[in-house]
């Protein structure tokens, strides 16, 4: 049982340039989340699908976008990187109704770097 | 709206001291609550919970918080604090109006010198 699983585990980008961070489960949860973290402010939650073909916007979702591929994986795309992008980034994953399992379980992050 | 206040952004406490990391909330429904501890270069990990019922929760590596409503509090305590104690703490808060989202707090990172 792996969890939470995020790729890649680091990566540079120059501005400008677009990369997808991937993120699978393997809990059978219905939501997942993408955060990013940054130093002073916590976990920021950037967009999240409540269940398979369902997505929603977060508290900062400007230069991002999502795609919920299946029950398992839940992909952020940046599409034109910018330093303001540099971060932590981490998936998450919960069952609210049903399971009722509201904490959520997290993977090992992305530190993304944009120059 | 919901909303997590943590007191105190680092906080530093010797090896075999009480460790007590504040945390107060906001929320128009009934609360769930949550502890998170992360290690450096490391994700989050779930240290304890209050969904309902017993309102003193016990969680892992000996920490343990108290959900009291009239103070809209859950504050963590350990009583002896060891040096793999050191890490950043996030407090946050969930309800059944919130579709699974959390609301975390801005952390407070622990120090524990030896």
């Known amino acids: 049982n792996a969890g939470v699983t995020q790729t890649p585990k680091f990566q540079v980008l120059k501005t400008g340039q677009s990369m997808t961070l991937q993120c699978a489960q393997d809990m059978n949860h219905n939501s997942m989340y993408w955060y990013r973290q940054d130093p002073g402010m916590g976990l920021r939650l950037i967009y999240y699908s409540a269940s398979e073909g369902t997505t929603d916007k977060g508290e900062v979702p400007n230069g991002y976008n999502v795609s919920r591929l299946n029950k398992r994986e839940f992909s952020l795309r940046l599409e034109s990187a910018a330093p303001s992008q540099t971060s932590v980034y981490f998936c998450?994953?919960?069952?609210?109704?049903?399971?009722?399992?509201?904490?959520?379980?997290f993977g090992p992050g992305t530190r993304l770097t944009v120059t | 709206a919901q909303s997590v206040t943590q007191l105190g952004s680092h906080v530093s406490v010797s090896e075999g001291a009480l460790v007590l990391l504040r945390c107060n909330y906001s929320?128009?429904?009934?609360?769930?609550l949550f502890w998170y501890v992360q290690y450096p270069n490391q994700g989050l990990q779930l240290l304890l919970k209050y969904t309902t019922g017993a309102t003193l929760v016990k969680g892992i590596n000996g920490f343990e918080a108290e959900f009291k409503k009239s103070e809209t509090s859950f504050h963590l305590t350990k009583p002896s604090a060891h040096m793999s104690d050191a890490a950043e703490y996030f407090c946050a808060v969930s309800g059944d109006n919130q579709g699974g989202k959390l609301i975390f707090g801005q952390g407070t990172e622990l120090s524990v010198k030896p």
């Open positions: 929320s128009s429904v009934p609360p769930y």
């Open positions: 998450a994953s919960n069952s609210p109704s049903g399971q009722g399992t509201y904490e959520q379980y």
